[in-house]
Nanobody
Framework: VQLQACGGGSVQAGDSLRLSCAAS????????MGWFRQGPGKEREFVAA????????YYSDSVKGRFTISRDNAKNLVYLQMDSLKPEDTAVYYC??????????????????WGQGTLVTVSS
């Protein structure tokens, strides 16, 4: 299984970015998909996740209302639309795939497959 994330870049506070993650080598529709991030000097943290069918989404409090996760099971893609970006959103963003239970969807240890990360830098 391979996950390939892209779409990062350098933006100003208040701007938007859309991250994409392409999956290959497995049955995409069977996985919960999540986005995590790791800022400078920080631990990797949960950002957002989406249920297998795409009907349910989950967010950290820090991004709720600004970020939107979605998936396209026909194309094996998951997206993270990031609006109203803040300097504190600066991090390397990782997509990940989980076959674990729904209750662990925010737990990074439940994710088996990880992409390589894409850097998002937000300046004030």
């Amino acid at each position: 299984v391979q996950l390939q994330a892209c779409g990062g870049g350098s933006v100003q506070a208040g701007d938007s970015l859309r991250l994409s993650c392409a999956a290959s080598g497995g049955t995409f529709r069977n996985w919960y998909m999540g986005w995590f991030r790791q800022g400078p000097g920080k631990e990797r943290e949960f950002v957002a996740a989406v249920h297998r069918g795409g009907s349910s989404t989950y967010y950290s409090d820090s991004v709720k209302g600004r970020f939107t996760i979605s998936r396209d099971n026909a194309k094996n893609l998951v997206y993270l639309q990031m609006d109203s970006l803040k300097p504190e959103d600066t991090a390397v963003y990782y997509c990940a795939a989980s076959t674990s239970v729904l209750s662990a969807i925010r737990d990074l240890t439940s994710y088996r497959y990880w992409g390589q990360g894409t850097l998002v830098t937000v300046s004030s």
